[in-house]
């Protein structure tokens, strides 16, 4: 019984740290990213941007007053605006290069098919002309090895990319 009983008198000393410490663990990664974002977009000043819209954030929320809570709401939206940024731009940037990836390779496979029948029709000319008259080997051969290279290249923008996201093809 006295161990269940003195167990319990430390438990809400601990309780008591535990938010503060958790506080200050997110306040730290915060501004981490904030001092960052800020230094990159304001220069060497941008540590001091970052805490002090942090401290007048925590200030105006500290502050009973709707009108200062307001302001503490726009500074926190500032605050955490630039962590933000700097962990999703990349993300964004990196679906944007994927979507424009998969829109370039769409764009060559329709210039393939057109560019192949254009060949094709091509070399019916070339080997029609060859039938009545001579000297049309050279642009035959020309025309066929354009032809096999264009089919080729084809084949593997059409073939399922190794490695690559499905959903993207």
Known sequence: MNTAVARSHHEPGLNRWIAPIVLVGVVTLLQWHSIAFWHKHVGPVGWAWSLLLELGALWMWYLRSLGYRLVGLVLS???????????????????????????????????????????????????????????????????????KERSERLRELLAPPVGGRPELT
């Open 77 to 147: 939206i500032l605050l955490l605006l630039g962590p933000l940024y700097a962990v999703g731009s990349p993300l964004l940037e990196q679906n944007h290069d994927e979507v424009a990836a998969v829109q370039q390779r769409e764009n060559d496979i329709a210039f393939l098919r057109e560019d192949i029948a254009r060949l094709e029709r091509q070399m019916d000319t070339y080997l029609r002309n060859s039938e009545v008259h001579q000297g049309w080997h050279g642009r035959i051969d020309d025309a066929r090895a354009e032809l």
